[in-house]
């Protein structure tokens, strides 16, 4: 985690330069001041549905914890449109776009996904049982077999070395 953390200065400063030569461009081609516009309408918009996403966030987590539900797709849902209504409310015509695609269903449920990996390996899997309810996985009949090192005549990553058909099966971390 420390080692990533060296390179958040960099990373803003090329996140600056981009934003400043994304703005020039538009700029030029619709004139400043629509660009100027553009950019302040798109933070403007970011505040509304900054707040509009925090209480609905907050209102779907309290409505799954009563109901007794895990409230991690909930949760994962909610930070994904918090961060597309932050990134839109930031002054910039780059974040104010990745915000508005983190705020368009199909992303947001994509972007969601990847938020609940990430989330699952992080913490224990008894956690993670907690959050998201039970996890699916595959289970392959037959007597488990080692793990071959790679070679360079390996299946393809994705593909499986076992043999049979894959059994969906659910572990239930309890």
Do not use: C, N
Not at 52 to 67: I, S, T
Not at 129 to 137: S, W
Request: overall charge positive; cysteine-free.
């Amino acid at each position: 985690m420390r080692r990533g953390l060296k390179f958040v200065p960099l990373a803003l400063l090329l996140l600056t330069l981009l934003e400043l030569a994304v703005f020039v461009l538009v700029g030029r081609a619709v004139g400043f001041g629509a660009a100027l516009l553009l950019v302040f309408a798109a933070s403007l918009l970011g505040l509304v549905l900054l707040r509009r996403e925090g209480m609905r966030a907050w209102r779907r987590f309290r409505v799954a914890a009563q109901a007794g539900q895990p409230p991690g797709p909930q949760v994962t849902d909610g930070l994904v449109g918090l961060l597309g209504a932050l990134l839109l409310a930031l002054p910039g015509l780059v974040s104010g776009a990745v915000g508005l695609l983190l705020l368009v269903p199909p992303l947001r449920r994509l972007a969601g996904g990847g938020v609940r990996r990430v989330a699952e390996r992080r913490v224990s899997s008894m956690v993670a049982g907690d959050l998201f309810g039970p996890r699916r996985v595959r289970v392959y009949p037959g007597a488990p077999q080692p793990s071959p090192a790679p070679s360079p005549q390996s299946p393809s990553a994705g593909q499986s070395s076992r043999p049979g058909p894959a059994i969906e099966g659910e572990i239930v971390d309890r």
